[in-house]
Every structure is written in structure tokens, then in C-alpha cells.
């Protein structure tokens, strides 16, 4: 069965702390994997999409990376409005009756 | 925005009862799939379509079903309801399967009394 581990659970970090989220991944041939953000009570917001070890995605302060074991997301000089949750995930690894595996995530709080 | 859209927001009603939600995926996307998240928990999936056919299963209740219609939007039925049911519960779309990224609405808050 697919498992995907996120740490630290939680975060916290003054403004301009820059820092690293972590996904760990057990999957047989990976498809891909996928970074989300979400707000309390939201529904979560997708953020990248990696395919290959040595891949590299950047949107703003964030940055993913992908390697065999586990895809970091980079948090460069954070701002109190990247205080969120953010998920992971990876698709099964084959058709069939088998679902997405969402990570439990990193809770980010930035302080002012 | 997502480009998703669940209505209602806000759903209160009491135990036993059965209630609809509703999900209209991004334009052109063919998958759907339903979650719910209880409150500070995961996102436990529940189930996905893929052009109008079930494609996987999640731990749903026997109590819970949902379909997809031939215009790719999609409902899901709670019946029998009881307080543990209260959470809110998103649907997503994806333009092709599991391996697309997936585009989450703003959820419908579900709360029984």
C-alpha cells in the first residue's frame, strides 16, 4: 500500500525564516506527485506537480523538488500569508480500484 | 477560484435525515471525486468518476452514494445521517485520472444536529 509521511507536523517561523517541508513517499513507480496548500475551512489549492527525480518547480517563495525518496517544498523569506497547511500526495501506481495518497501534512504558521 | 463549484455552502440539518450535494467540475475536466475532511483531520477520499463511471472506491458508507451525470456533474447523497457525519466534504475534478493534478471547490460544511 502506498504511504506518504509529512514532517515536521507542524511549524511555526518568524517572517523572513526561510525553511523546508518534507514528504516522504513508499510507492512502486511513482506517477507523479503533487503539492497543496490549504486555508482553515478551504478547500485545498494546488500548488505543483512533479514527475521525476531532479525535477524542480518554483512559484513565488515556494519551491519543490523531487528526489527517489521524497520531495521537499522550500519556503524562501516566508510572509504571515503563507501560514497554511500543506499536503502532499501521489497517485496510485496503476489502474484499478485505488485512490490518491494525501499526506496528513505541515501545519506552517509565520509570524510577524 | 478554482473553476469548481459545490453548492450548498452551508448545510444544517438534523440526524436521520438525507441530504444532496452538489459538485460542477472545471470546464473540460472529466473526473470527479468526492472527500471529507472532519474537523482537524485528513481528507478521507471517498469516491471518484470518470466520465460518468465509477472508478474508485474509498471507505464510503454504505449510507453515502454518488453519481455523475452525462453533463459530468456530480452529487452526492448522505442519508440516514448522524452527528459523526458532520464535516465538510469537498469535491475535486481532474481533466484526466488519478495522475492529473486534481482542482478542489470550497467544500459544503455539513453540520447535523
Known amino acids: 500500500e502506498d504511504q506518504v509521511t509529512q514532517s515536521p507536523e507542524a511549524l511555526r517561523l518568524q517572517e523572513g525564516e526561510s525553511s523546508s517541508l518534507n514528504c516522504s513517499y513508499t510507492v512502486s513507480g511513482l506517477r507523479g506527485l503533487f503539492w497543496y496548500r490549504q486555508d482553515p475551512g478551504k478547500g485545498p489549492e494546488f500548488l505543483f506537480t512533479l514527475y521525476s527525480a531532479g525535477e524542480e518547480k518554483e512559484k513565488e517563495r515556494l519551491k519543490a523538488t523531487l528526489t527517489k525518496k521524497e520531495s521537499f517544498l522550500h519556503i524562501t523569506a516566508p510572509k504571515p500569508e503563507d501560514s497554511a497547511t500543506y499536503l502532499c500526495a501521489v497517485p496510485p501506481n496503476s489502474g484499478g480500484y485505488q485512490k490518491v495518497t494525501f499526506g496528513t501534512g505541515t501545519k506552517l504558521q509565520v509570524i510577524p | 477560484d478554482s473553476g469548481v463549484t459545490q453548492t450548498p455552502k452551508h448545510l444544517i440539518t438534523a440526524t436521520g435525515q438525507r441530504v444532496t450535494l452538489r459538485c460542477s467540475p472545471r470546464?473540460?475536466?472529466?473526473?470527479v471525486y468526492w472527500y471529507q475532511q472532519s474537523l482537524d483531520q485528513g481528507l478521507q477520499f471517498l469516491i471518484q468518476?470518470?466520465?460518468?463511471?465509477?472508478?474508485a472506491k474509498g471507505n464510503i458508507l454504505e449510507r453515502f452514494s454518488a453519481q455523475q451525470f452525462p453533463d459530468l456533474h456530480s452529487e452526492l447523497n448522505l442519508s440516514s445521517l448522524e452527528l459523526g457525519d458532520s464535516a465538510l466534504y469537498f469535491c475535486?475534478?481532474?481533466?484526466?485520472?488519478?495522475?492529473?493534478?486534481?482542482?478542489f471547490g470550497q467544500g459544503t460544511r455539513l453540520t447535523v444536529v
Open positions: 468518476y470518470y466520465n460518468g463511471e465509477e472508478r
Open positions: 470546464s473540460g475536466d472529466l473526473s
Open positions: 475535486a475534478s481532474s481533466v484526466g485520472g488519478q495522475d492529473t493534478e486534481a482542482f
